[in-house]
């Protein structure tokens, strides 16, 4: 089994800041790309940030120069590091991983449960 938490959601003001993590835990042999996704109420979700094994990143243009993903290989942990908040930025946060279990030859896609993140104006 493969596990994904998250953790760091809230409520913040405009203009301020938020942490995401996720931790992946299981029978890992290997993490791929991991990533963020958010979906606001009525909308579909889409791609925040995506980071690479190798940590290679890139991010919805409507994020850039506000948000920072990065990982900690050892820890099997990605986070999102969310600056200058905007309301617009309220949604649920979906951490994602494509995951290596030792219990099979293929990856698989994983998902947490999702963290709720509120801007107020």
């Known amino acids: 089994q493969v596990q994904l938490v998250e953790s760091g959601g809230g409520l913040v003001q405009a203009g301020g800041s938020l942490r995401l993590s996720c931790a992946a835990s299981?029978?890992?042999?290997?993490?791929?790309?991991m990533g963020w996704y958010r979906q606001a109420p009525g909308k579909q979700r889409e791609l925040v940030a995506r980071?690479?094994?190798?940590?290679?990143?890139n991010y919805a243009d409507s994020v850039k120069g506000r948000f920072t993903i990065s990982r900690d290989n050892a820890e099997n942990t990605v986070y999102l590091q969310m600056n200058s908040l905007k309301p617009e930025d309220t949604a649920v946060y979906y951490c994602n991983a494509r995951i290596y279990p030792y219990y099979s030859d293929y990856p698989g896609n994983y998902w947490g449960q999702g963290t709720q993140v509120t801007v107020s104006s």
């Open positions: 980071i690479t094994s190798g940590a290679s990143t």
């Open positions: 299981g029978s890992i042999f290997s993490i791929d790309a």
